[in-house]
């Protein structure tokens, strides 16, 4: 049974950082790329990032690219999003997704992934 888990949101002033985490267990977590989306109340679910099954390719949505990082630690079956200089814009709940293959399709950013966390809440504040 695969199982995604989120953690790392908060609130967090404007301007702030926060590091975002997701684990998955139940797959071998390197044969797959993995997904950040996020979803603000009233608003349509946004991709944020796709890195590969290796890390070595990553992608980035144009709201979030210069500020965002993802990285994903195999050995410890955990994705990562480090989040600079933050909006308020930013705030929503994020979600972590695992991909159908190990690397980023040319439409990740709408794919239907199979697997998802429950996300976690990211509140950025003025």
């Known amino acids: 049974q695969v199982q995604v888990v989120e953690s790392g949101g908060g609130l967090v002033q404007v301007g702030g950082s926060l590091r975002l985490s997701c684990t998955a267990s139940g797959l071998k977590f390197d044969d797959y790329a993995m997904v950040w989306f996020r979803q603000a109340p009233g608003k349509e679910r946004e991709g944020v990032s796709c890195a590969s099954w290796s890390g070595a390719s990553t992608y980035y949505a144009d709201s979030v690219k210069g500020r965002a990082t993802i990285s994903r630690d195999n050995a410890k079956n955990t994705l990562h999003l480090q989040m600079n200089s933050l909006k308020p814009e930013d705030t929503a709940m994020y979600y972590c997704?695992?991909?159908?293959?190990?690397?980023?399709?040319?439409?990740?950013?709408?794919?239907?992934?199979?697997?998802w966390g429950q996300g976690t809440q990211v509140t950025v504040s003025s």
């Open positions: 997704a695992v991909a159908n293959g190990g690397f980023c399709s040319a439409s990740w950013r709408s794919y239907e992934y199979n697997y």
